[in-house]
């Protein structure tokens, strides 16, 4: 029997919508960029080991999602805002690339950002810290992982200041970065009753830093705050007692500090810094397994950004696999229902304006004689909540959250 027009066009609109849902996946491919620093300062905390976790998170997920094959690919940025952008959008335009994440620093961060709003695409930062990128410059393509400038402050800053640090004098990185850290940290000072009596600014990476660290010792501060990120902190961190900074009383509060700068300076030289993390490998059993994966392929345990990385897009996948689609809103949109449940965060959430909230932990540096194996190099002294660590919604700053 022969049958209608109707009935034919009824029946292929039938077979479209039982199609599974990789029909949805743009391109046949969900390709993930990973732009990142491969060959500067920040690559031994970020680099090729930002490349591998986004790599295990993929292989971990089967390879696949919704059908189609996950690729991922790097490039380096070279800490340049300029060549990171034009990566960015040259990897949008004709890349195929869904999701671009890492990003250090943050200046180059915020470039991105603003090419992903563009292009109406998604990037992911880890290692992009100031608190502007989901405050004033927050975006509904953009979303912040791991930590932002507020969240370190509250925890070592604060916690400081409350076991006496009362006086405080920064030396700061002069970019956007350093300048958010100093901000937030000099507010939560003196929001517990401590005081900031001077700061000096120094370029990113300078190769000497000895006449800012005598300014910080000249000011008979307390506490010598350091705002910034690798190199400049642990480069800081050795000069300060070279110079009998700590011999003389003062002390200094290292603002972000990381894993891999620890271990670049020895527990002899980092013994008794407080810092506040994301995450640590030696924290419990998940954290151990996934990081004794990662220690195998490079020899060395992962930092919170590197770790995000692979918590990041383990989250992108599910959401994509939920919503049957690549297509970034819907895909940003799982990806706030669903809470992020892995060994990196218990119970986190994404918000609206793009800072996914879960809980940070104050450490201690331990003493050499305190450790007991390789890499074994915090004490936990607390937990802080997310909500308590992370800034709380800005409608004033972020316009997402006006709507």
């Not at 029909?23 to 080991?49: F, H, N, R």
């Not at 956007?176 to 100093?182: D, K, P």
């Amino acid at each position: 029997m022969l049958r209608s027009a109707s009935t034919v066009a009824a029946a292929a609109l039938a077979a479209l919508a039982a199609l599974p849902c990789a029909a949805q996946i743009s391109d046949g491919v969900v390709k993930i960029g990973v732009l990142t620093d491969l060959s500067g300062p920040a690559s031994d905390a970020t680099g090729e080991g930002s490349v591998v976790a986004a790599e295990m998170a993929a292989a971990d997920f089967g390879g696949t999602v919704a059908g189609k094959p996950v690729e991922v690919i790097s490039a380096n940025h070279q800490l340049k805002p300029d060549i990171g952008a034009q990566i960015a959008r040259q990897w949008y335009d004709s890349g195929q690339v869904d999701l671009i994440v890492d990003v250090p620093v943050s200046a180059v961060g915020l470039a991105v950002q603003e090419v992903a709003r563009e292009k109406k695409k998604l990037v992911i930062v880890h290692s992009t810290g100031t608190s502007d990128f989901t405050g004033k410059f927050c975006s509904a393509y953009g979303m912040q992982w791991v930590f932002d400038t507020y969240a370190l402050a509250t925890g070592t800053a604060r916690e400081v200041t409350r076991r006496g640090g009362k006086s405080w004098f920064f030396l700061t990185a002069d970019y956007a970065f350093g300048h958010s850290l100093e901000h937030d940290a000099s507010k939560v000072i003196e929001e517990n009753g401590g005081t900031v009596v001077g700061a000096v600014r120094h370029p990113f990476a300078a190769p000497d830093l000895s006449s800012f660290i005598l300014q910080a010792q000249s000011s008979g501060a307390k506490i010598i705050g350091i705002a910034s990120g690798p190199p400049d902190n642990t480069n800081a961190i050795k000069l300060g007692g070279e110079f009998g900074i700590f011999a003389g009383g003062q002390q200094m509060a290292g603002l972000l500090i990381l894993i891999t700068d620890v271990h670049a300076l020895g527990l002899k030289a980092a013994q008794g810094l407080l810092l506040t993390t994301s995450f640590y490998w030696d924290m419990d059993e998940a954290t151990r397994a996934w990081s004794k994966r990662f220690f195998d392929k490079l020899h060395k345990m992962p930092t919170m950004w590197q770790a995000g990385v692979y918590s990041s897009v383990t989250h992108y996948l599910k959401a994509v696999a939920a919503a049957g689609t690549d297509a970034p809103l819907a895909v940003a949109a799982k990806m706030r229902e669903m809470p992020v449940e892995d060994f990196f965060s218990h119970h986190g959430r994404l918000r609206p304006d793009g800072l996914m909230v879960h809980d940070l932990y104050l450490v201690q540096v331990k003493k050499p004689e305190e450790s007991k194996y390789a890499w074994d190099y915090y004490k936990v002294l607390a937990t802080i909540p997310g909500d308590a660590a992370f800034p709380p919604p800005d409608p004033a700053a972020c316009p997402l959250l006006k709507q």
